[in-house]
């Protein structure tokens, strides 16, 4: 009977222990969402920086630099994919926990479960689309909605010098539109048309200077093809026979159909570029 007896004891011991761990109190919940919080803060930690950037964007040639530079769009693109599937995990996990502790308080204080909604998403409603729309083909007009205000009449005051011939004012109106409005979507094509008129005013070095600015502005922008074969005009008549025949190839490699090619392709034959 004493044997019995003990072996009943530890029955009911043991029996209590296992209520104790499923009855779980609003101060464990309580608990658990500041863990949660502390998460959330080292995931927002994750959006300060380290230190000052240094990509590596060396090179002996124009080409080469701009290789460098696609280069370092491409790794950046890269770890911007996986720290945004990183994200998403989280996101993902903190949205269920949450749902998981909402349910559990209701069940505490005796409410109505079949009542809960939807959890809301951790960070607020990301949306339902995880993957980066298709890039429709660029088209040379910009939207205008995008534009500062004066920034288009500006840009077509300096056009219609370039238009009239009016080399000088064109060059000075393009440099100052360039220098009012950093950053501009025209700026690819303000750059490509400020080459021109420093070429028409025979400034080569400049103009090249210019066509560089807007095709690495926007290596895969509607001007892209025209700035890279100015480029390559502009280095050939620099002397550059070398590196000018590497850039107009290069044109019909990047943008095989675009009409610039068969302007490059005249313009390698006059080099004589092999």
């Known amino acids: 009977m004493r044997i019995a007896a003990l072996v009943l004891a530890a029955a009911v011991a043991t029996a209590g222990m296992a209520r104790a761990q499923d009855q779980q109190t609003l101060a464990d919940i309580r608990q658990e969402l500041t863990v949660l919080h502390v998460e959330i803060q080292r995931l927002k930690r994750e959006f300060s920086t380290t230190g000052s ?5 060396s090179g002996s040639s124009v080409l080469e630099r701009v290789d ?14 996986q720290l ?27 409410g109505d479960i079949s009542t809960l ?13 995880t993957t980066a729309p298709a890039i429709e083909p660029a088209t040379p007009t910009v939207d205008d909605s995008e534009l500062a205000v004066g920034e288009r009449a500006e840009f077509d005051a300096a056009s219609k010098a370039l238009d009239e011939g009016d080399f000088g004012r064109a060059a000075e109106m393009f440099g100052q539109f360039d220098s009012s409005y950093p950053g501009s979507p025209l700026a690819p094509e303000a750059q490509l048309k400020r ?30 093809p025209e700035a890279l074969y100015e480029l390559g ?9 070398d590196q000018a025949c590497i850039t107009l190839g290069e044109v019909g490699v990047r943008f095989p159909a675009s009409a610039a090619v068969a302007e490059a392709s005249r313009e390698m034959a006059a080099l004589g570029c092999s």
């Open 53 to 57: 950037p240094s990509p590596n964007l």
């Open 68 to 81: 460098a530079i696609e280069a370092e769009l491409q790794r950046l693109t890269s770890q911007t994919e």
């Open 84 to 110: 945004n599937q990183r994200i998403e995990r989280i996101v993902a996990d903190g949205t269920n926990r949450i749902g998981d502790l909402e349910f559990r308080l209701v069940e505490l204080e005796g």
């Open 117 to 129: 909604g939807e959890t809301t998403t951790l960070g607020g409603d990301t949306g339902t689309q």
């Open 195 to 224: 080459g021109r008129a420093l070429k028409g005013l025979g400034d080569t070095r400049e103009a090249a200077r210019a066509f560089l600015a807007s095709f690495t502005g926007d290596s895969e922008g509607p001007v892209a």
């Open 233 to 241: 005009a502009a280095l050939g008549r620099l002397g550059q026979t």
